[in-house]
């Protein structure tokens, strides 16, 4: 199956449905670096059980979920967002949404309630790749790149996230969504 995207900041990576890998299967990433040094990216459906006030002991007008960001040093609290006005320093992804930037500016906006439920999302741990180990992978058929769809990085329906997008690609991708989870049971 051939890539739809090129590999670069403000891709999605799709987990192919037969990824066995538990810490990627149907997994949905956004490739946050990549370059030279390797790639650095987060899991957007993976919800944890629980909250940022369980990670900081700052005081919040409201509380949002974490979510898994990968398997990689998962005690590194890291966040994308959509107010590059509010939380400078961030790096652009595409479509609006921006990946880290000053956390001071961030907690003064949650801490205020000034942002809305949707304009941010938090992970614990990273996904991340050595130089040319993501493109090894994604030509071994095991990622399916494509275009950032803004409105899912923030899309509160997590668990049907890696149907969604496959069904958005069209075509055999839209195919694809509808693998069952087991094989067997088809």
């Not at 810490?23 to 956004?30: A, K, P, Q, T």
């Not at 614990?124 to 090894?136: F, K, M, R, T, V």
């Amino acid at each position: 199956m051939a890539s739809s995207s090129p590999l670069s900041p403000g891709t999605m990576l799709v987990a192919a449905p037969m990824m066995q890998d538990p810490n990627f299967h149907r997994s949905v990433i956004l490739l946050c670096e990549h370059g030279e040094n390797g790639t650095f990216g987060l899991i957007l459906n993976r919800p944890l059980d629980m909250k940022l006030g369980d990670v900081m002991e700052e005081f919040f007008a409201y509380d949002p979920p974490v979510h898994l960001g990968g398997p990689v040093q998962r005690n590194t609290l890291h966040y994308v967002h959509r107010r590059p006005q509010d939380v400078p320093e961030g790096v652009t992804l595409t479509g609006g949404v921006v990946w880290g930037g000053d956390f001071e500016s961030l907690k003064t906006i949650v801490r205020t309630g000034d942002m809305e439920h949707d304009d941010v999302r938090f992970f614990l741990g990273y996904a991340g790749w050595s130089p040319g180990q993501l493109q090894e992978e994604v030509d071994e058929g095991a990622w399916i790149p494509t275009s950032i769809v803004p409105d899912l990085v923030f899309d509160p329906g997590v668990e049907q996230l890696w149907r969604e997008v496959l069904r958005r690609m069209g075509g055999e991708y839209a195919l694809l969504s509808t693998f069952p989870d087991d094989p067997r049971m088809n």
